[in-house]
């Protein structure tokens, strides 16, 4: 593979830019006890990740859209610029609602960030050439998983959690600056200004699409029941406002999101693949870290560090994949693969308990990691090699839509499915003897024992608060609390364990319906240029005919 004097400068600068981006999403979680304390907001503690991710996905079509339009460099530098106005302001947040605000303001950037760099490699690479390349930004998310949680406590500690905001700083002007300098403006023969149309009503109803539905996702079982006034409000609006989206999208000049993607069987196999693996995915691994501090005994505090076998091996499937993509061409096989075995690792943490070791679930952890890594660089570059040159952001932008959506839906209907099983199996804990004695010592304070008060039960923090409690109880009762406590957090773990089981055994089954898609995902092969593949056809069926004349000329 070849490269372009400015090519590796450019990849330095989307690079840079990607860092940026996916850090802020693991970063702020080591330092959000820190602004809780300084604010005092916990009750709108959510809606900091909240906005980030509803800015962030609302605006991934639009921008995809708009760079096919108008090119990828200036939507790139605006994006970065954009972050970084966020970034900046939520250094210099003064309450909680500032630092939500500015927070979207981020995920507006972000958004726009991670559909550029991905269409910016198909600019830069055929899709025959793209695998490698694609492998290794894959494994970018992998890193900074590890790396944001240690970054954002080691500043936090240090200096201030206004600086995991202020970091951002630097390494955004740098990308501005190594951008600016090698990313070429873009080829005005592709799309001449009079043929730019932007679909603005079909930017207004998918974001009236998006917002309620994710908002409906993210509140329902834990702000509002799902069968509240609020959340079925938000579910209406969200499908009228798809409606009137879908018969606009059919109707429009130049729609955001083109109803003939979903023709294609590339695109179609790669949303449901992609959708069902985010659901079973992200629905499943945020349990990971509570049951291996609080079940299996990990001693690491950071859910950075225990989940570190599986970023690791999503790194390391990643670039393998990219690689067996670039040199042999077959991305079926991968993605059919690596749904198969990320389905194996879902099924092998169905099995995990109390007696769970700590190489049982860092072994688990490996097997799902390079599952998923095997699948992160294959449907994207799927979907662009099934579609022109031209649609590259609009396509790209498609996946990193539905990856998003299936995200949300997993954490919050998987969420629902743990709630539930820990409710069924924990009926009459308010019995249970250490219950009873909090509740005698503490009258004027009700023990209410559910999701989130078991998580902090259940956390290494959670238990040594409790237990320098306990030591501080009088003589007479002190032992029997104490152990009334370990008892109790006996019968969490057992309730725990059964009901991550669950939730990991509908993980299993979403993986199985994705990897039964997968069989279905076409295998076209992949371009060695940015031609058309009729044309790309076309120009070697040429070469091979002149050469045959010339070789028919030679025997004369």
Do not use: C
Not at 50 to 73: C, E, F, H, N, Q
Not at 394 to 419: C, D, H, K, P, Y
């Amino acid at each position: 593979m070849t490269l372009k004097p400015k090519t590796p400068l450019i990849l330095a600068g989307i690079m840079l830019s990607m860092v940026m981006a996916s850090l802020d999403q693991t970063i702020v979680a080591t330092a959000m006890p820190r602004i809780v304390e300084e604010f005092q907001g916990l009750s709108h503690l959510s809606w900091v990740f909240t906005s980030y991710m509803l800015a962030s996905a609302v605006t991934v079509p639009i921008y995809g859209k708009l760079s096919d339009l108008y090119g990828r460099r200036n939507l790139a530098l605006i994006a970065v610029a954009v972050f970084l106005a966020g970034s900046m302001l939520s250094g210099l947040a003064q309450d909680m609602t500032q630092l939500i605000f500015f927070r979207a303001l981020q995920g507006i950037g972000a958004g726009a960030i991670m559909v550029n760099a991905f269409a910016t490699i198909g600019d830069l690479f055929p899709p025959a050439q793209r695998g490698k390349v694609q492998g290794l930004f894959g494994a970018v998310f992998g890193i900074t998983s590890v790396a944001g949680p240690l970054l954002g406590g080691w500043l936090t500690d240090s200096f201030s959690w206004r600086w995991i905001f202020y970091v951002n700083i630097p390494v955004g002007l740098a990308a501005i600056a190594v951008i600016f300098a090698g990313l070429p403006r873009m080829d005005k023969t592709i799309h001449d200004a009079k043929e730019r149309f932007i679909d603005y009503l079909g930017a207004l109803l998918l974001t009236a699409t998006l917002v309620p539905l994710l908002l409906a996702l993210v509140w329902g079982g834990s702000e509002y029941a799902w069968g509240s006034t609020e959340i079925i409000s938000l579910l209406i609006g969200s499908t009228f406002a798809l409606a009137a989206f879908i018969w606009r999208e059919a109707k429009a000049k130049d729609p955001i999101v083109s109803l003939g993607l979903f023709r294609n069987r590339v695109f179609t196999v790669s949303i449901i693949a992609t959708f069902l693996a985010s659901v079973g995915m992200f629905g499943s691994i945020l349990f990971i870290p509570v049951f291996a501090q609080g079940v299996a005994g990990f001693s690491a505090t950071n859910s950075g560090l225990i989940l570190m076998p599986m970023m690791l091996s999503i790194v390391a499937g990643s670039i393998f994949s990219g690689q067996v993509m670039s040199r042999t061409g077959n991305y079926k096989v991968l993605a059919i693969s690596g749904m198969g075995i990320a389905m194996a690792g879902m099924l092998l943490f169905s099995q995990i308990n109390e007696t769970t070791s700590d190489m049982g679930l860092i072994f688990r952890m490996i097997v799902m990691g390079i599952g998923l890594g095997f699948t992160m660089p294959v449907f994207t570059l799927a979907v662009q090699n099934a579609f022109t040159h031209a649609r590259l952001g609009e396509v790209t932008a498609g996946i990193q839509l539905f990856r998003t959506v299936g995200a949300t839906v997993g954490g919050a209907v998987l969420g629902g499915v743990m709630n539930a099983q820990l409710a069924s199996r924990l009926t009459g804990i308010d019995t249970d003897p250490f219950v009873v004695m909090a509740q005698q010592a503490n009258p004027d304070t009700p023990v209410h024992i559910d999701g989130n008060t078991i998580q902090a039960f259940l956390s290494t923090d959670g238990q040594a608060n409790i237990r320098a409690l306990i030591a501080q109880a009088p003589d007479a009762i002190r032992d029997a609390f104490a152990s009334a406590f370990d008892s109790f957090i006996e019968t969490l773990k057992t309730a725990f364990s059964g009901a991550i089981d669950q939730v990991f055994l509908i993980g299993a089954a979403l993986m199985a319906v994705a990897f039964v898609a997968s069989f279905f995902l076409p295998q076209i092969a992949l371009r060695k240029s940015h031609r058309p593949a009729v044309e790309e056809a076309g120009i070697e069926l040429e070469l091979t005919l002149s050469q045959s004349d010339k070789r028919h000329e030679a025997e004369i």
